[in-house]
């Protein structure tokens, strides 16, 4: 089964398997796959972006299932982020997504070829800000130049790309046993690969272990 396969049927609720850290055992679970608590690895720089570009629009390529956009953000001494299900502790100051960012955002899209909510193409304009979060270490070496090009055509080249990308293997394994981060590769190889293909754009890389 293809990669692109693969991802239609984990979103559609296919089982995957997770490895836990501390035994090496795998746990079986259905759902909720890409529910955005990786985002908040973008979070600081979107934010920043945000505020320093007044009217801008946003696309999350490769949005999985959205959620991060609806998520509740818990604000206190400084940024930090809840995952998905837990209450805000009463403390913070609990807001959504597009509350945090402010009014200088226009607007989002969320795009994911793979998703059965979210594989409708943006539309035909360019976005000020691309964020390619967790995503192009899921897609295999050989179709990155045209993915990569893609985020490039979709974005306004006065504008950035902000990218998360982990430099280790994924907890994540589909049921043939297959690590679900199947491209990784030294930091500046990354950035080779990046500027190759994406040569106009501004870039904002966020290496995670």
């Not at 836990?20 to 934010?47: A, Q």
């Not at 999985?64 to 609806?70: H, I, M, Q, Y």
């Not at 539309?123 to 967790?134: E, H, M, Q, R, Y």
């Not at 690590?179 to 690969?193: E, F, G, S, V, Y």
Request: charged share 25%; net charge positive; aromatic share 12%.
């Amino acid at each position: 089964m293809k990669y692109a396969e693969k991802y239609k049927a984990l979103h559609e609720g296919a089982e995957y398997k997770i490895k836990d850290p501390d035994t090496g055992e795998f746990k079986i679970k259905k759902g909720n796959y890409g529910n955005g608590s990786g985002f908040k690895t973008v979070l600081k720089p979107l934010k920043r972006f945000i505020d320093e570009h007044p009217g801008a629009i946003v696309l999350d390529y490769g949005c999985g299932s959205g959620k991060a956009w609806d998520h509740k953000l818990a604000i206190y001494n400084g940024e930090k982020y809840t995952r998905p299900g837990k209450r805000v502790p009463d403390k913070y100051d609990a807001m959504t997504m597009t509350q945090y960012l402010g009014e200088n955002l226009q607007g989002f899209y969320r795009y994911d070829p793979f998703h059965p909510k979210y594989y409708m193409r943006p539309p035909a304009i360019k976005f000020d800000l691309t964020i390619v979060n967790d995503v192009i270490e899921h897609v295999p070496l050989e179709e990155l130049p045209a993915l990569l090009r893609d985020v490039a055509d979709l974005t306004c080249t006065c504008g950035a790309i902000l990218m998360s990308i982990p430099n280790s293997p994924s907890y994540a394994h589909f049921m043939d046993g297959e690590n679900m981060h199947c491209t990784l590769m030294p930091r500046d190889d990354w950035k080779k690969l990046l500027r190759k293909y994406i040569p106009k754009h501004k870039l904002i890389v966020n290496f995670t272990p």
